[in-house]
């Protein structure tokens, strides 16, 4: 019997990875149909078709992977017939689990794709490091939970079915000569063994193979959802990993860079040592510029009370944040951190150089506001240790505003609340004692609801927007209404700033975490737009009076340039961190500094360059302040290649001289 039973293994073999791969090839179908353009694909045939192959070659090798198992087993099992039976009762739940977890994945990864413009990455794992409560409860307003759980059990349980019928029996059939049979078996185990490795060369499928075209989403479509999550799970296994620094590798990366080094100092201004403002720094929840690029005043108001200011005061909008969520860009822009789980890691207790510090050596109070609770990211244990005298969240905004409970969300209090007490501690502020305030605001989130007290101004489903929004549960108008709220509850908060005795002492900044979720992006065109955030800063006529300053609109910056702007309008002879970041109202800019960096995109007054393994840069659109020119696309230079990597590079060896210290 051990013949027949072999070949019926084989039999089923083939059966089950052909159906796992047509599971990860129709996902990569449908996310091909829904996230690309056919005009930037016009001329991208071939690099359409070794997506097409590398992705069935990612296919193959993860259901061969996942069912060498089986094949093993079953090789061991099929002499004797106890075992056998075991294992043939036990081959179909073995089959509906690995089909469930194939479909899930893929179908997860079109929802997180269509979020992020990203497949499965090192985010993802952050998703459950956030309130796990509140990000299944947004899952379920906003996503076809439950459709998409039957159809994935639906793909589990189709092949169990047909693999229990086909290991009902073991047909008698006659023997093959015993030399057939062997090469029959050597074959067939070779086959799963290329099918797992991905290849007949020397090494096997790795992600470097993904790279496939100059074109972002195809590199992002080659892949499937298995694979990127094993890619995801390798880094963020060396995220959390801390070595010693060496000093010869930081001088190097330094001199590729340009930079003459990673300090700096504000200079002497009589003033600033005389009359020492206050700062204010929101970092706002999705304040994005592809949603901005909406905005359309008494149409589809994306504002509020926020536009007056954004006309009257610097505005910077070729602008990018750091990273493309919560958790990371605020641990760049405030612990000066490439790692986003800065704050829970093994390097949760080791006190770190920040701008918490830089204000606090020159007299500050500092605190920290957010509506939303923050055991969130252990923040509320990690941001004392980093300097911050006072952390308000939710539970302190209830105490003091327990009228606010009634609008309480998965995420928090409206952002208003924050902003009220903002305004109180600058108005109770001793004149010798100035605030830094950090605001992290939380409403402009899923599920996208105001309070019943807020009235918004007129918002619309216009052509444009209809054109890039993606698909979900939730009303568009409750999106709109919800981005014009935060907005706006910054623009009451600088009213009442600038009509108050604080408007001369009181330097206010805001930035967007990331972009906008659920805005479809039409790249490479739109790339810019998907990752840019505007940077917004009113200084007092009275600093700038005493200041040298320049406002160029079309300089180019991101998160990295934030707080050594800030720096140079409110401190005096500072001296400060400058990891690549420059005061970007410099009369005149620093032009080793002059560039936006995002962990995947890179701009600069020439265009943007996308960060893929290969760079490929675009220049700017003529007469277009955000958009790039496809057809104008060409490869990167060696040396600007070198720059765009050693930056990331400097980032990760000055966190890691941080927590474990320098090496010649």
Same mark, same amino acid.
């Given at each position: 019997?051990?013949?027949?039973?072999?070949?019926?293994?084989?039999?089923?073999?083939? %059966?089950q990875?052909?159906? *796992?791969t047509?599971?990860?090839?129709?996902?990569?179908?449908?996310?091909?149909?829904?996230?690309?353009?056919?005009?930037?694909?016009?001329?991208?045939?071939?690099?359409?078709?070794?997506?097409?192959?590398?992705?069935?070659?990612?296919?193959?090798?993860?259901?061969?992977? $996942?069912l060498?198992?089986?094949? *093993?087993?079953?090789? *061991?099992?099929?002499?004797?017939?106890?075992?056998?039976?075991?294992?043939?009762?036990l081959v179909p739940?073995?089959?509906?689990?690995?089909?469930?977890?194939?479909a899930?994945?893929?179908?997860g990864n079109?929802?997180y794709?269509?979020?992020?413009?990203?497949?499965?990455?090192?985010?993802?794992?952050?998703?459950?490091?956030d309130?796990?409560?509140?990000v299944?409860?947004?899952m379920?307003?906003?996503?076809?939970?439950?459709e998409?759980?039957?159809?994935a =059990?639906?793909?589990?349980?189709?092949?169990?079915?047909?693999?229990?019928?086909?290991?009902?029996?073991?047909?008698?059939?006659?023997?093959?000569?015993?030399?057939?049979f %062997?090469?029959?078996?050597?074959?067939?185990?070779?086959?799963?063994?290329?099918?797992?490795?991905?290849?007949?060369?020397?090494?096997?499928?790795?992600?470097?193979?993904?790279?496939?075209?100059?074109?972002?989403?195809?590199?992002?479509?080659?892949?499937?959802?298995?694979?990127? =999550?094993?890619?995801?799970?390798?880094?963020?296994?060396?995220?959390? $990993?801390?070595?010693?620094?060496?000093?010869?590798?930081?001088?190097?990366?330094?001199?590729?860079?340009?930079?003459?080094?990673?300090?700096?100092?504000?200079?002497?201004?009589?003033?600033?040592?005389?009359?020492?403002?206050?700062?204010v720094?929101?970092?706002m929840?999705?304040?994005g510029?592809?949603m901005?690029?909406?905005?359309?005043?008494?149409?589809?108001?994306?504002?509020?009370?926020?536009?007056p200011?954004?006309?009257?005061?610097?505005?910077?909008?070729?602008?990018?944040?750091?990273?493309?969520?919560?958790a990371?860009?605020?641990? $760049?822009?405030?612990?000066?951190?490439?790692?986003?789980?800065?704050?829970?890691?093994?390097?949760q207790?080791?006190?770190?150089?920040?701008?918490?510090?830089?204000?606090?050596?020159?007299?500050?109070r500092?605190?920290f506001?957010?509506?939303?609770?923050?055991?969130?990211?252990?923040? #509320?244990?990690?941001?004392?240790l980093?300097?911050?005298?006072?952390?308000?969240?939710?539970?302190?905004?209830?105490?003091?505003?327990? @009228?606010?409970?009634?609008?309480?969300?998965d995420?928090?209090?409206?952002?208003?609340?924050?902003?009220?007490?903002? @305004?109180?501690?600058?108005?109770?502020?001793?004149?010798?004692q100035?605030?830094?305030i950090?605001?992290l605001?939380?409403?402009?989130?899923?599920?996208?609801?105001?309070?019943?007290?807020?009235?918004p101004?007129?918002?619309a489903?216009t052509?444009?927007?209809?054109?890039?929004? @993606?698909?979900?549960?939730?009303?568009?108008?409750?999106?709109?209404?919800?981005?014009?709220?935060?907005?706006?509850?910054?623009?009451?908060?600088?009213?009442?700033?600038?009509?108050s005795p604080?408007?001369q002492?009181t330097?206010?900044?805001?930035?967007?975490?990331?972009?906008?979720?659920?805005?479809?992006?039409?790249?490479?065109?739109?790339q810019?737009?998907?990752?840019?955030?505007?940077?917004?800063?009113y200084?007092?006529?009275?600093?700038?009076?005493?200041?040298?300053?320049h406002?160029?609109?079309?300089?180019?910056?991101?998160?990295?340039?934030?707080?050594?702007?800030?720096?140079?309008?409110?401190?005096?002879?500072?001296?400060?961190?400058?990891?690549?970041?420059?005061?970007?109202?410099?009369? #005149?800019?620093d032009?080793?500094r002059?560039?936006?960096?995002?962990?995947?995109?890179w701009?600069?007054q020439?265009?943007?360059?996308? =960060?893929?393994?290969?760079?490929?840069?675009?220049p700017?659109?003529?007469?277009?302040?955000?958009?790039?020119?496809? @057809?104008?696309?060409?490869?990167?230079?060696?040396?600007?290649?070198a720059?765009?990597? $050693?930056?990331?590079?400097?980032?990760?060896?000055?966190?890691?001289?941080?927590?474990?210290g320098?090496?010649?």
């Open positions: 019997m051990y013949q027949p039973r072999i070949r019926l293994l084989f039999r089923l073999l083939w %059966v990875i052909a159906w *796992l047509l599971i990860l090839l129709g996902a990569r179908y449908l996310m091909f149909q829904q996230f690309t353009d056919p005009q930037m694909l016009a001329e991208r045939a071939d690099d359409v078709r070794r997506m097409w192959i590398t992705g069935i070659r990612y296919d193959l090798r993860i259901a061969g992977m $996942a060498a198992p089986l094949l *093993l087993t079953g090789l *061991l099992l099929a002499a004797w017939h106890n075992g056998w039976q075991v294992w043939r009762r739940f073995f089959i509906a689990l690995i089909s469930l977890i194939v899930a994945a893929a179908i079109f929802y794709y269509q979020t992020y413009h990203h497949h499965f990455d090192v985010f993802a794992f952050g998703l459950f490091e309130d796990t409560t509140a299944l409860a947004n379920g307003q906003d996503y076809p939970v439950l998409a759980s039957l159809a =059990l639906l793909a589990a349980l189709l092949p169990s079915l047909q693999a229990r019928f086909q290991l009902r029996s073991v047909p008698a059939k006659r023997s093959w000569p015993w030399s057939l %062997v090469v029959y078996c050597l074959v067939g185990i070779s086959i799963v063994f290329v099918f797992a490795r991905g290849s007949i060369g020397t090494f096997p499928l790795r992600r470097g193979n993904a790279q496939v075209s100059e074109l972002t989403v195809l590199n992002q479509l080659t892949p499937n959802a298995l694979m990127a =999550l094993d890619w995801a799970r390798k880094d963020k296994k060396r995220d959390v $990993a801390f070595t010693p620094a060496s000093i010869e590798q930081g001088q190097q990366l330094l001199q590729t860079l340009h930079f003459s080094s990673i300090d700096n100092q504000t200079p002497a201004n009589d003033y600033l040592a005389r009359h020492k403002p206050h700062v720094m929101a970092l929840e999705s304040l510029s592809n901005l690029a909406f905005d359309q005043q008494g149409d589809n108001d994306l504002l509020g009370r926020l536009r200011h954004f006309a009257q005061d610097f505005l910077f909008k070729r602008f990018l944040s750091q990273d493309n969520g919560t990371p860009s605020l641990a $760049a822009l405030f612990f000066n951190s490439p790692v986003q789980n800065i704050s829970h890691s093994s390097a207790h080791v006190d770190l150089d920040t701008p918490f510090d830089i204000y606090k050596k020159a007299g500050y500092i605190i506001i957010s509506p939303g609770n923050m055991m969130w990211r252990n923040l #509320v244990n990690y941001l004392p980093q300097g911050v005298d006072k952390v308000y969240d939710q539970n302190s905004l209830l105490q003091r505003y327990p @009228e606010a409970e009634q609008f309480m969300t995420w928090g209090l409206p952002d208003e609340y924050a902003y009220r007490l903002a @305004e109180t501690l600058l108005a109770e502020a001793e004149t010798d100035p605030l830094f950090s605001i605001s939380v409403t402009n989130h899923p599920p996208y609801v105001t309070p019943n007290t807020y009235r101004q007129p918002v489903v052509a444009k927007y209809r054109q890039h929004i @993606e698909d979900g549960a939730i009303e568009p108008h409750n999106i709109l209404t919800t981005f014009q709220y935060a907005a706006d509850a910054l623009g009451g908060f600088i009213d009442h700033i600038k009509g604080l408007a002492r330097l206010i900044a805001a930035s967007g975490d990331h972009q906008m979720r659920r805005v479809k992006a039409f790249y490479p065109d739109e810019v737009l998907d990752r840019g955030v505007p940077f917004y800063l200084v007092p006529e009275a600093i700038l009076a005493h200041s040298n300053w406002f160029d609109p079309q300089r180019v910056g991101s998160h990295k340039d934030i707080m050594p702007t800030l720096y140079h309008y409110s401190l005096s002879q500072q001296p400060y961190l400058a990891l690549g970041g420059r005061n970007i109202l410099a009369p #005149v800019d032009p080793a002059a560039f936006g960096y995002n962990v995947l995109l701009i600069d020439e265009g943007g360059y996308v =960060l893929n393994k290969q760079p490929v840069f675009y700017w659109q003529q007469g277009e302040a955000l958009l790039l020119d496809n @057809e104008l696309s060409q490869p990167v230079t060696a040396k600007q290649a720059r765009l990597a $050693a930056y990331p590079q400097l980032l990760r060896w000055h966190i890691n001289q941080q927590v474990k320098s090496t010649p």
